[in-house]
């Protein structure tokens, strides 16, 4: 019996199981910047304000000046965003904000309601600005839907990375952003996360892989895990005797330990996690059970706005010198190492 059990192509927006909701993988190469930090490069032929498309290798999104999304509402659920290159500035309903990236995670729970928007400035101005990042979205537990909105931070120093090497000096590192392997345990998810506990078997893994090894992930706790192994840089994957090619999702079972084989220099990102098992009711940013739930989150938006914002822009950008930073709704103020 084959340990995958399905496979699927990647697009934009990749295929997600129970508890995940939502997985993109953005990657921009762009230009350098100019001094609004935005691209500097004509934006004609773009549909702004929804560029999608991949002109020359980026995407404005919803920016019309920097890259980015800007404010937008969410409830119901959680976004992890992982940022390997490039910067991400936070700011949202609650007067918090942040700068990340370079290897940094945000976790944060949108519980009850929170507008917040996520841009990409381009700081250098003389060579090209890329980005990458992955933006996952989890479900909460019907219980905790309705839990106060707020962030973590994982900085980049603090998230612990699983090497193995073999006797040739090829090395597999694992980036452990959820769940453990071996000793490495990433810091711990805001308390209302279904990952937060234990039973829900979540891991949030990116697997580098050189030419030519093997890696093996340990069997998942939980006979009804789901795991899904997203192989999106390389020539593709050997799993167990099964090849799988590049931008595909292999849906594997998770109870097994499946040998991954690495032609060459190749990356995973693995999400896994034991099904929340309840209904679904989504409506763009909301994510509840009921249809009614949905239709109250619209009103509750309308005559609160979640908090109102308190940006003198929809697209708020937090300076040029590049310090990674969060401050809280709370006060807290947060430093990263420099990278």
């Known amino acids: 019996m084959s340990s995958v059990l399905q496979t699927v192509p990647l697009g934009f927006q ?56 800007p404010a937008h509402p969410h409830r119901g659920f959680e976004t992890i965003t992982y940022v390997r290159q490039g910067l991400v500035d936070h700011s949202d309903s609650l007067g918090a904000a942040a700068r990340y990236g370079r290897g940094d995670v945000q976790w944060m729970t949108a519980g009850s309601g929170i507008v917040h928007a996520e ?24 219980a905790d839907k309705m839990v106060d909105a ?4 994982f900085w980049d120093d603090d998230i612990p990375r699983h090497v193995e090497t073999d006797g040739e000096g090829r090395t ?25 506990r234990a039973e829900a078997d979540v891991a949030i893994w990116h697997i580098v892989m050189d ?21 999106f840089e390389g020539s593709g994957l050997t799993i167990d005797a099964e090849a799988v090619d590049r931008s595909t999702g292999a849906v594997v079972d ?18 896994q ?11 763009g940013p909301f994510v509840m059970n009921t249809r009614a739930e949905i239709q109250q989150a619209f009103e509750d938006y309308q005559r609160t706005q979640f908090g109102g914002w308190p940006w003198d822009r929809d697209d708020p950008v937090h300076g040029v010198d590049g310090t990674r930073f969060a401050r809280h709704a709370d006060g807290l103020v947060e430093h990263a190492m420099p990278a």
């Open 150 to 153: 707020h962030f973590s931070m």
């Open 14 to 69: 990749w295929p997600t199981a129970d508890p995940f909701l939502f997985c993109v993988h953005h990657l921009d190469r762009y230009p350098a910047a100019n001094d609004q930090q935005g691209p500097s490069a004509s934006l004609a032929g773009r549909p702004i304000g929804q560029d999608f498309e991949g002109i020359d290798g980026w995407r404005m999104y919803h920016g019309q000046v920097v890259p980015g999304f």
């Open 119 to 142: 841009m990409f400035p381009l700081l250098d101005r003389d060579l090209p600005n890329t980005t990458e990042l992955f933006q996952i979205w989890i479900n909460l537990p019907a």
């Open 273 to 283: 996690g034991r099904p929340l098992g309840e209904p679904v009711a989504q409506y």
């Open 211 to 231: 030419a030519g090894t093997t890696f093996s992930p340990p069997p998942a706790r939980n006979a009804e895990t789901n795991r899904t192994l997203y192989v």
């Open 172 to 196: 597999v590192e694992v980036t452990v952003i959820a769940g453990t392997l071996g000793e490495e345990a990433p810091p711990s998810p805001p308390p209302a996360s279904w990952a937060s």
């Open 254 to 271: 998770a109870t097994r330990e499946v040998r991954l084989t690495a032609a060459d220099r190749t990356e995973i990102l693995m999400l």
